[in-house]
């Protein structure tokens, strides 16, 4: 299953993919975890990407595609994934059409997580006080789901247009979010 994952901050994409991974047996790619994984460390590329990502606006198409490219080059992911975060623009979703070609490869299926800016504030604000995570402040939560209407919102018509969207709504617990997503899948790939 070759999976991406849409939704603005805080619509439960990752916590959503992790159980997927654990559900279909196929790993879950982040790009922001890849990027926060560069920060922590301190490589040249995360020392690029730490103050756009605090300041909530999108690291450069390039440096992201090249770290997905060679996420995608890795042995576990013959059996597809779920990608989490990526793409987030309509460069970025062609950029992905293009490399999964070379690969041979298509995206299978786009799943949208629907759910009203109020919540997504208040769950972020849940975890900003639970984790302290740098870009979890109220300017930067701005900033993304801005960014989020004007750049990503886009993606979901890429897919619509494709027919592999299927939007689900992303209100109610992790686990009757998580029955609908499987829902959503298992009857698509029956
Ligand atoms: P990224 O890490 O992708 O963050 P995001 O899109 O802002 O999403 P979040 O992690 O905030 O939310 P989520 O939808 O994953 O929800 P979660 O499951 O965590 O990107 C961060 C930054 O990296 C970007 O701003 C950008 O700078 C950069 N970046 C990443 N990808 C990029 C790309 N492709 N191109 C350029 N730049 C890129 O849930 C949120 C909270 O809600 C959690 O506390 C969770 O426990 C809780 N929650 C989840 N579901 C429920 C539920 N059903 N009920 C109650 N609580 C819930």
Redesign the pocket.
């Known amino acids: 299953m070759r999976l991406v994952l849409l939704?603005?901050?805080?619509?439960?994409?990752?916590?959503?993919?992790t159980r997927l991974r654990d559900h279909y047996r196929v790993p879950h790619i982040?790009?922001?975890?890849l990027?926060?994984a560069a920060v922590k460390v301190g490589t040249p590329l995360g020392l690029q990407?730490k103050a756009?990502?605090e300041a909530?606006?999108?690291?450069?198409?390039d440096i992201?595609l090249a770290m997905?490219e060679e996420r995608l080059s890795q042995g576990d992911t013959g059996g597809g994934y779920v990608l989490?975060?990526?793409?987030?623009?309509l460069a970025?979703a062609n950029s992905l059409d293009a490399l999964l070609a070379r690969l041979g490869q298509s995206v299978e299926r786009a799943i949208q997580?629907d759910v009203d800016t109020e919540l997504l504030i208040a769950?972020?604000a849940?975890?900003a006080k639970?984790?302290g995570?740098a870009?979890?402040n109220p300017e930067?939560v701005r900033k993304?789901l801005q960014?989020?209407e004007e750049q990503t919102a886009p993606v979901i018509e890429f897919y619509r247009h494709q027919q592999k969207l299927t939007a689900v709504d992303?209100?109610?617990?992790?686990e009757?979010?998580f029955e609908r997503v499987v829902e959503a899948l298992d009857s698509r790939y029956a």
């Open positions: 939704g603005a901050p805080g619509s439960g994409k990752g916590t959503q993919a982040s790009t922001g975890d990027l926060r990407a756009v990502m909530g606006a999108l690291v450069s198409d992201v997905l989490d975060g990526y793409p987030r623009n970025q997580l769950r972020i849940g975890r639970a984790e995570r870009d979890d930067s993304r960014v989020y992303g209100v109610g617990s992790m009757a979010v």
